[in-house]
C-alpha cells in the first residue's frame, strides 16, 4: 500500500520545475534514501535537509542535515538526529571521492557517517555507475539511470545497493538495499533549488517525509 502510495505520488508532480542533483540522503551524506553513493557536492556547493519520519513502532525521529564541499572531491557534514521522547545527537559525516567519473561515468567515495561514533560510527566504501552512459529512454522521458553498490560497517553493515533515476527531469525516483531492509523513494521539484521527498523504509514499514535545499539559492 505505502508502495502505491510514492507511485501516485511522482505520477502527480510531472509539471514541476527540475529536480536538483546531488541531494543528501536522510543520515546527510549525498546519497539516495539512506544509503550514500559516490557523488559529493562539488567545491563551495553545499546541500541540506530535513525529514520527518514516522515509525511504525513508534518513537518517531526528525533528521537534519547540510553537507558542504571542501574541495572539488571533499564533502563535509553534519547531521541532527532526534528521537521523539529522547536527546537529539549530533553526527558528523566526511566523504571523499577517489576516482573522478571516468568512460562509463563510473566514480568511487569512501567515507564515514558518524565518523566521532555518537551512535554508530559507519564507515563506507561506495562505487556509482551510469547505465549505458548518455541513456535516454523513451525520447528523453527517463534518463540518467544509474547503479550504486558499496560495502560498509555499523549503520551499513555489510554489502549495500541502490538504483536511481530521473522521469521527466521532474522526478528522481530511487530503490535501495541499505544491507539490511529495501526503501524506496521518490523526490520532486518544488521550486528551483528545492525539493520535497517522500520515502518508504524498512520493508515499506516506514514512511518519511522531506524537503531539501541546495546551493545556488
Known amino acids: 500500500m505505502r508502495g502505491c502510495t510514492l507511485l501516485l505520488v511522482a505520477a502527480a ?7 536538483a542533483s546531488a541531494s543528501p540522503s536522510v543520515f546527510g551524506p549525498t546519497g539516495l534514501v539512506t544509503i550514500p553513493t559516490a557523488d559529493v557536492v562539488g567545491m563551495t556547493r553545499w546541500n541540506a535537509g530535513i525529514t520527518a519520519v514516522e515509525l511504525d513502532q513508534g518513537n518517531d525521529l526528525t533528521l537534519i542535515c547540510g553537507n558542504f564541499g571542501i574541495t572539488p572531491s571533499l564533502e563535509l557534514g553534519v547531521t541532527r538526529e532526534k528521537p521523539e521522547g529522547h536527546s537529539a545527537e549530533t553526527l558528523i559525516n566526511a566523504k571523499y ?4 567519473p571516468i568512460l562509463g561515468g563510473t566514480s568511487l567515495s569512501i567515507g564515514a557517517i558518524d565518523a566521532t561514533d555518537q ?10 555507475h551510469d547505465i549505458g552512459a548518455g541513456y535516454v529512454f ?3 522521458e527517463i534518463t540518467s539511470p544509474q547503479l550504486h553498490i558499496g560495502v560498509g560497517g555499523g549503520m551499513l553493515d555489510g554489502v549495500f545497493a541502490g538504483v536511481s533515476a530521473t522521469i521527466k527531469d521532474k522526478i528522481s525516483v530511487m530503490a535501495e538495499y541499505d544491507s539490511d531492509d529495501i526503501n524506496l523513494g521518490v523526490r520532486f521539484a518544488l521550486a528551483p533549488k528545492l525539493e520535497g521527498g517522500v520515502y518508504a523504509f524498512d520493508g515499506l514499514d516506514d514512511l518519511g517525509f522531506g524537503l531539501n535545499f541546495s546551493s545556488p539559492w
Do not use: E, H
Not at 508532480?13 to 529536480?19: D, G, K, N, Y
Not at 571521492?97 to 573522478?100: C, E, G
Open 138 to 140: 523513451k525520447q528523453g
Open 13 to 19: 508532480l510531472v509539471a514541476l520545475p527540475v529536480v
Open 97 to 100: 571521492r577517489v576516482l573522478q
Open 119 to 128: 551512535l554508530d560510527s559507519t564507515p563506507y566504501v561506495v562505487l556509482s
